[in-house]
């Protein structure tokens, strides 16, 4: 029912800043909700942050909280990730993905649609 694409990944320093972006098409976001998550080399797939239907609630992960910024524009069907203070350790490449249930969730498995992915890749 929806489509997702990854947009804004690059080459930064440590310290800098890289903003993401995730248009969705097939059908509006509005009634999903959306989760950032990245996946290194060698690594699983890991929950970075998660942004309720109607935006009035965020959960980020632990080592991402107070760095990253996760906000969506439902009348644009788009999603964003405001990255800050990077690290090399946030290197990784960064899916944008959706989910039709009820509830935040930090697993993978529970998000149905999922976009190609973005690399990012921070500079000690």
């Known amino acids: 029912q929806v489509q997702l694409r990854e947009s804004g990944g690059g080459l930064v320093q440590a310290g800098g800043s890289l903003g993401l972006s995730c248009a969705a098409s097939?059908?509006?976001?509005?009634?999903?909700?959306m989760g950032w998550f990245r996946q290194a080399p060698g690594k699983e797939r890991e929950f970075v942050a998660a942004i309720s239907w109607r935006g009035t609630g965020t959960q980020y992960a632990d080592s991402v909280k107070g760095r990253f910024t996760i906000s969506r524009d439902n009348p644009n069907n788009t999603v964003f990730l405001q990255m800050n203070v990077l690290k090399p350790e946030d290197t990784a490449v960064y899916y944008c993905?959706?989910?039709?249930?009820?509830?935040?969730?930090?697993?993978?498995?529970?998000?149905?649609?999922w976009g190609q992915g973005t690399q990012v890749t921070v500079s000690s």
């Open positions: 993905a959706a989910d039709s249930g009820g509830y935040y969730s930090t697993s993978p498995l529970d998000y149905e649609y």
């Open positions: 097939g059908r509006t976001i509005r009634s999903y909700v």
